[in-house]
């Protein structure tokens, strides 16, 4: 088979182990990662819509979930290198006059909107297919690893009651750093 | 310094510089809430630097308000040390910084309070019901405007549809036509942009109303057209400038009764204008903003009752230290004055309280530091008086103990204040036994008799000097004394006491004496040898011429005549030794070994006197020395004489002892010759060594008086003792 031909598609369903034990607290599951060409990483957040969360994005909050995806090369009798680093962001804004949850997204430049809430969670938890880098930079028979984390941004008080209640959380959900390891 | 001995120099740094920290750390305090209350709505411009200059100045707040509990707190644990050490001042200060305490809290926790209620009753009033509804109704009317003019956009647009599916007017062909008829149907409906699609989503045409803003317009959704071409009738709000559109989209059927293939779309626009709009994204946002805020309530609630809590905190606690500093303004002061009173009572005069105020304490302290200082200044010159004084007095001592002369000065209580050394000598009393004493208790009752005497006498003349000759007995001599007694009077007369001076004039007066009689012997002599001759003559001449002739009286004659010639022989011989006394030549020294003399008259007296024992014990060392040897002779043949005729008064036998000695540290001989004879009663040992003093019958009384004479010119001194068991004894000190 040419390589440049090789699809090879590794679709690993994973669980957090903390997402195991402990089913309430966010976690990363149904990581995807493709080699077709492009690495791109598909995941999925899960447990990340508290009540109060749900509440906040009705009521209209602007809310954002910050993904951190960080692949890297292992090395022996040396520190591993970062071969790429990214991070973005998945905003929601509820519309309370047309009703429409409105989505824009730091991996891509579609904003949509949708009316239904339990779909709006979805795309706000799911991330799809972010390219990370091309497959040639991947170096063969070696082995890699990416940490993923996904952390909701905290909701800032109004009139900039945020600043002088800095130590004020409101909520704070944050999966752990989910580790994959793989060799290409 | 008193401060710095109380606190040291570093303990007072360290209090300025409290002062200063916590002066510094108010005034950052309050600058930090400043700024913090102003720049979140100064820096919505620049979110990062903003929030970082936010934050820095809120955890610098707080690390100065925990500096500033901690300050606080350190002086309550100090206080309270202090409190139980005991400390002067301690208990003042904790009444002070306690009445600022409380007068402190009391009010600041009031206000919290009302300021905590209050906060609690706007909050909940901020989010009432009525607040509520009011919002959740301006949000209806604008969610009911927005899908009316949606539902609206899909209405006209199906009409439009119909009618274009029933007049073909998408085929293409006439194209101005149906930009008339869209144009007409875009006024008859109010619309602000008409737009039609071909089913491959190419805009067939499109009419606009005038009166909206030349903004390009945006492109319907691809995915809101395939849906509509899809045969679905959807409705979405676009942003056109500063206003929005509110799109129907409602495909076009082949015919009009809504059968057929999709063959097109139409886009149906209600144009919101700028300042519709705008009202409708401010009823969006303050109902977004209050469901935000009612979300968070308890956080903020809790936010400001924290902030409140801050204040108050910091409120009490910089109370509680200006307490603080305010009692030690107070006590601190106050403290080194009662310490310096201590430390000036135990005689500490170079105590300083070192403390610059202005107020009353201010000139307190200035007041005793000046009283302090005067008191060093007149203790200083006390001191450097009482030091002139006290040498004075010790040369006055030391002149009183050199000179000859005796002295003793009484006070007006009659105390005896002042006995010199040659008082003490002549008197025979020592002056730590009388000093202090009443001279009544110390005199004998003869002596106090002649002191009272002399007193009345100064009393009755009225004078301030008297001057007496006094015969006195001291240590069994007996003293010629010239006193002069003084009455001491102060500057204003004001009688201060008594002082007598005694020369001892016993030395002259014997002098004088001796010389006196040396004349009175020289004289008789004189006057009684010249008509001895002749009487003794013509007694030997009546003797021989009558003695033959006169029988009967013969013997009566004899006897007579012999008597006269002894007579006159004895009084020859007193007046030999009459003229010897008056004629007695001076002393001749001369090198001579002392013992030799002696053994030669021990050597004639033993010859003489068989039933006498005569001894000589001589001491180690005895020098040769300067004597002149026919007068020692005589003085030791006079004493062996005296002893010897006091042994035979006895009628028994006895003993003669010479005794030699050596003094090497005084140079001195002793020579002690004791007998063992009748002794000498007391009262005449004053009087032995006087001339023509005897104790014998048959004696001239001139034999000791001569003995003295050769000792003094010997400068010697001679002295007579009792010996015991019985007997007397000279003693006899000559120097080498």
Redesign the interface.
């Known amino acids: 088979m040419k390589r440049n031909g090789i699809v090879a598609v590794i679709t690993i369903t994973f669980l957090c182990s903390t997402g195991i034990a402990h089913s309430k607290e966010a976690s990363i599951e149904g990581l995807t990662i493709e080699l077709n060409g492009h690495m791109e990483v598909s995941f999925t957040v899960t447990n990340c819509c508290t009540e109060k969360l749900e509440e906040a994005i009705r009521s209209g909050v602007p809310t954002a979930f910050t993904f951190r995806i960080q692949l890297y090369l292992v090395r022996n009798l040396w520190p591993d290198k970062k071969v790429i680093s990214k991070k973005f962001k998945h905003y929601i804004k509820y519309d309370n006059i047309t009703k429409e949850y409105q989505f824009r997204f730091g991996e891509k430049k579609d904003n949509i909107s949708v009316k239904d809430f339990e779909e709006a969670k979805e795309i706000l938890a799911r991330v799809n297919g972010v390219n990370l880098l091309p497959t040639h930079r991947l170096e063969k028979s070696r082995t890699y690893y990416l940490d993923i984390k996904a952390e909701l941004d905290p909701v800032r008080l109004p009139f900039g009651l945020q600043h002088i209640f800095f130590f004020l959380s409101f909520w704070d959900v944050e999966t752990d750093w989910l580790r994959y390891e793989f060799e290409y | 310094m008193l401060e710095r001995d109380l606190y040291g120099e570093r303990e007072s740094k360290k209090r300025r510089n409290e002062f200063y920290i916590i002066m510094i750390i108010s005034l950052l305090i309050v600058t930090f809430t400043y700024f913090?209350m102003r720049?979140?709505?100064i820096?919505e411009g620049i979110p990062i630097a903003?929030?970082i200059i936010?934050?820095s100045l809120?955890n610098i707040n707080i690390i100065l308000l925990l500096l500033l509990i901690f300050l606080v707190i350190r002086n309550l644990v100090k206080l309270i040390f202090e409190r139980k050490q005991r400390i002067l001042g301690a208990k003042l200060r904790t009444k002070l910084v306690a009445a600022f305490v409380s007068l402190s809290l009391v009010p600041t926790l009031l206000l919290f309070l009302v300021a905590v209620g209050f906060i609690t009753n706007s909050m909940e009033k901020w989010f009432s019901d009525q607040v509520d509804h009011s919002l959740q109704g301006s949000?209806e009317v604008?969610?009911t405007y927005?899908r009316d003019f949606a539902n609206n956009a899909i209405y006209y647009g199906k009409q439009i549809s119909r009618s274009v599916s029933r007049t073909y007017l998408i085929d293409g062909k006439q194209s101005d036509a149906l930009k008339e008829w869209m144009e007409q149907k875009r006024i008859e409906y109010n619309l602000g942009i008409v737009e039609i699609f071909a089913r491959d989503m190419k805009q067939i045409a499109r009419v606009t109303d005038a009166d909206i803003p030349d903004n390009p317009l945006p492109e319907p959704s691809k995915a809101l057209l395939e849906e509509s071409l899809k045969g679905k009738e959807v409705s979405k709000?676009r942003a056109l400038g500063s206003g929005e559109l509110i799109t129907g989209i409602v495909p076009i059927y082949a015919f009009p009764s809504g059968k057929g293939a999709v063959i097109g779309a139409v886009i149906t626009n209600f144009y919101v204008p700028k300042s519709l709009a705008a009202k409708?994204v401010e009823?969006?946002k303050a109902?977004?903003?209050y469901?935000?805020?009612?979300?968070?309530r308890k956080?903020?609630k809790?936010?400001y009752l924290?902030?409140l809590l801050m204040v108050t905190l910091l409120i009490i606690f910089s109370a509680t230290w200006f307490g603080f500093y305010l009692a030690k303004g107070i006590t601190i002061p106050i403290q080194q004055l009662a310490e310096g009173t201590e430390r000036i009572a135990s005689g500490d005069l170079d105590f300083h309280i070192d403390i610059a105020a202005k107020d009353e304490i201010g000139k307190l302290v200035s007041s005793f530091n000046k009283m302090t200082d005067d008191l060093k200044v007149s203790k200083d010159q006390l001191e450097k008086t009482n030091i002139d004084l006290e040498r004075r007095k010790e040369y006055i001592e030391i002149i009183l103990k050199s000179i000859a002369a005796g002295v003793i000065s009484i006070d007006k209580e009659g105390s005896i204040s002042t006995l010199n050394k040659s008082a003490e000598r002549m008197l025979g009393i020592e002056a730590d036994k009388v000093l202090g004493k009443r001279y009544r208790e110390v005199l004998a009752p003869e002596h106090r008799e002649v002191a009272r005497e002399w007193i009345r006498e100064i009393n009755s003349t009225r004078k301030d000097t008297i001057e007496k000759q006094v015969t006195v007995d001291s240590k069994g001599q007996t003293l010629t004394l010239l006193v002069h007694i003084t009455v001491l009077r102060g500057e204003t007369g004001s009688f201060l006491g008594i002082v007598a001076i005694f020369d001892d004039l016993t030395q002259l007066v014997k002098a004088q004496r001796v010389a006196a009689w040396r004349e009175v012997a020289r004289r008789i002599a004189h006057e009684i040898k010249n008509p001895l001759t002749p009487i003794q003559l013509s007694a030997q001449r009546l003797r021989k011429r009558y003695g033959d002739k006169l029988k009967d009286d013969g013997a009566v004659f004899d006897e007579c005549t012999m008597t006269i010639m002894k007579q006159t022989d004895e009084l020859k011989e007193l007046v030999n030794e009459f003229s010897n006394f008056a004629r007695m030549p001076s002393a001749k020294p001369a090198p001579n070994n002392l013992s030799e003399i002696i053994n030669e008259v021990v050597l004639l007296f033993n010859q003489g006197h068989k039933d006498i024992r005569f001894d000589t014990i001589s001491g180690d060392g005895i020098p040769i020395m300067d004597l002149d040897r026919d007068q020692i002779k005589r003085v030791m043949i006079n004493l062996f004489q005296n002893a010897v005729s006091a042994i035979e008064s006895t009628g028994n036998g006895g003993e003669v002892v010479v005794r030699t000695d050596y003094n090497d540290e005084l140079h001195m001989v002793t020579v002690e010759v004791s007998d063992t004879g009748s002794g000498i009663p007391e009262g005449d040992k004053s009087r032995l060594f006087e001339p023509y003093f005897s104790t014998k019958k048959s004696g001239t009384g001139l034999g000791l008086a001569i003995v003295n004479t050769i000792i003094s010119d010997h400068n010697g001194y001679i002295r007579v003792k009792d010996n015991q068991p019985r007997g007397t004894k000279f003693i006899i000190e000559l120097p080498v």
């Open positions: 913090e720049l979140p709505q820096g903003h929030n936010v934050f809120i949000l604008a969610q927005y709000t409708m009823i969006s109902f977004r903003d469901k935000h805020l009612k979300i968070m956080p903020i809790s936010s924290l902030a």
